[in-house]
């Protein structure tokens, strides 16, 4: 069984960073591919980014593009996603996902993610 605990959400003002964090327990934690999702109110859930169970790829939605770093510690069990120059149109509840990496092609959606965090919320004020 896989356990992620997502944390590090807040209020920001447009400009501002937050970053993210997720620790997952299990046994084979460090061998899953990690992501990002994010879901606004009314709005379906969103990919943001993801990265491969070694670290070694990573995807980002164009949205954040230039602005958003994902990252992963697998000797702490931990996913990163650092968020800069946020603008209002980021806020939304953040949740990091995870399941076994079987390729690129599975990174973006959120069906092809087993394991969820509860969500953590970003509030990005004008």
């Given at each position: 069984q896989v356990q992620l605990v997502d944390s590090g959400g807040g209020l920001v003002q447009a400009g501002?960073?937050?970053?993210?964090?997720?620790?997952?327990s299990g046994r084979?934690?460090?061998?899953y591919k990690k992501g990002w999702f994010c879901q606004?109110?009314?709005k379906e859930r969103?990919?943001?980014a993801a990265i491969s169970w070694s670290g070694g790829s990573t995807y980002y939605?164009?949205?954040v593009k230039g602005r958003f770093t994902i990252s992963r510690d697998n000797?702490?069990?931990t996913v990163y996603l650092q968020m800069n120059s946020l603008t209002p149109a980021d806020t939304a509840v953040y949740y990091c996902a995870a399941?076994?990496?079987r390729g690129s092609y599975y990174y973006t959606r959120a069906r092809d993610y087993a394991y969820w965090g509860q969500g953590t919320q970003v509030t990005v004020s004008s």
């Open positions: 501002g960073s937050l970053r993210l964090s997720c620790a997952a084979t934690v460090s061998r606004a109110p009314g969103e990919f943001v939605a164009d949205s000797a702490k069990n399941d076994a990496d």
